[in-house]
T-cell receptor
């Protein structure tokens, strides 16, 4: 069964450094998402992406964040200058088309900022 | 803005017994989708069950069923014949039919006692 994959599973970085989290959505899916879950807290929506552009973003998704689909298969989340509070689990998700509603989540990337 | 509330931070159930997890939500929309996700210690988000708001019939997936009360904006999850593998965090989630973002509740940690 096809699934969403994410790399790396765990990323450790120093404060102020740039990180890129990678996701490979399910191949025929058209909508892509990033979510964040700070340890012990709820899962929070960051951004959705469709047709090579951001369709919606939350207040969390400020200028430090950007997303890209560089090559038709990968979907990346970049944090330009990481802060301690960016430490969290980051989940990628994808969905087939507008008429569907089920999002398939990847296994997540644990980001630790020291 | 839509909000999702899970009022039970923790629940426990005896193996083979039944447990119900509560979820309420706040929305002014009439068309939306509701989900329950399971997050085991591996932290992967696994879809348990989904419900379209326009359907009056409660969704059922094997041992999992929901009690969807649209007027009361309530969406509880019932787990029958609980198994040790059901132990996890359970998140209730709401998605508008028009928006892409998914709103999650704070989660309920379910413990299953042998």
């Amino acid at each position: 069964e096809p699934e969403v994959t994410q790399t790396p599973s765990h990323q450790v970085t120093q404060m102020g450094q740039e990180v890129i989290l990678r996701c490979v959505p399910i191949s025929n899916h058209l909508y892509f998402y990033w979510y964040r879950q700070i340890l012990g807290q709820k899962v929070e929506f960051l951004v959705s992406f469709y047709n090579n552009e951001i369709s919606e973003k939350s207040e969390i998704f400020d200028d430090q964040f950007s997303v890209e689909r560089p090559d038709g298969s990968n979907f990346t989340l970049k944090i330009r200058s990481t802060k301690l509070e960016d430490s969290a689990m980051y989940f990628c998700a994808s969905r087939v088309y507008r008429g569907s509603y089920e999002q398939y989540f990847g296994p997540g990337t644990r980001l630790t900022v020291t | 803005a839509q909000t999702v509330t899970q009022s039970q931070p923790e629940m426990s159930v005896q193996e083979a017994e039944t447990v119900t997890l509560s979820c309420t939500y706040d929305t002014s929309e009439s068309d939306y989708y509701l989900f329950w996700y399971k997050q085991p210690p591996s932290r992967q988000m696994i879809l348990v069950i989904r419900q379209e708001a326009y359907k009056q019939q409660n969704a059922t997936e094997n041992r999992f069923s929901v009690n969807f009360q649209k007027a009361a904006k309530s969406f509880s999850l019932k787990i029958s014949d609980s198994q040790l593998g059901d132990a996890a965090m359970y998140f209730c989630a709401y998605r508008s039919a028009t928006n892409n973002d998914m709103r999650f509740g704070a989660g309920t940690r379910l413990t299953v006692k042998p």
